[in-house]
């Protein structure tokens, strides 16, 4: 949790411990008036957190540690929820249009959606690696192939 949150939790303990045995003082409302300051002004950030577009099933490691089958992947775009495939993704900004690309990095950068709904800039390239990130540990739980590992063996063993 962030620091601001833990605060308000504590102003807010404080003014319950404070209210009940003295009643409603100046030190009771200036807690209480610090507390609601620090509430208001985290709501936006939890709420951040709270629309990551990103869904894992159930044998992600994001969920448990021990996996009992196929992980899967899921990522909500402005056209819904669609299933990430075996490549990862990056984020581009048309330069005519300004809209924000999710594409699949694969040889023809082939377009997976659009991410104009979504947050700000800064918030969609967090949510881009959370989702890189939930890739590659899917991969690792579905013991898929590693490109770039098999080029550098086969590069090792032809010199």
Known sequence: ??????????????????????????????????SAMFVLLNLNQVRKWYAVPLCVGINHPFVQDEPMGLSHVKVKTDQGWRVVGD??????????????????DDEEMSMFGTWDKIGNEKSRTTYLSLVNQALALRDTVNQAEDVFEDEIFRNKETS
Do not use: A
Not at 1 to 29: E, L, Q, S
Not at 87 to 104: F, G, M, T, V
């Open 1 to 34: 949790m962030r620091p601001n949150i833990i605060f308000g939790m504590i102003f807010v303990i404080i003014i319950i411990v404070t209210y009940f045995p003295f009643g409603v003082n100046w030190f009771t409302i200036c807690v209480f008036i610090l």
């Open 87 to 104: 490549y990862r993704l990056k984020l581009s900004q048309d330069p005519l249009s300004k809209e924000w690309r999710l594409h699949i």
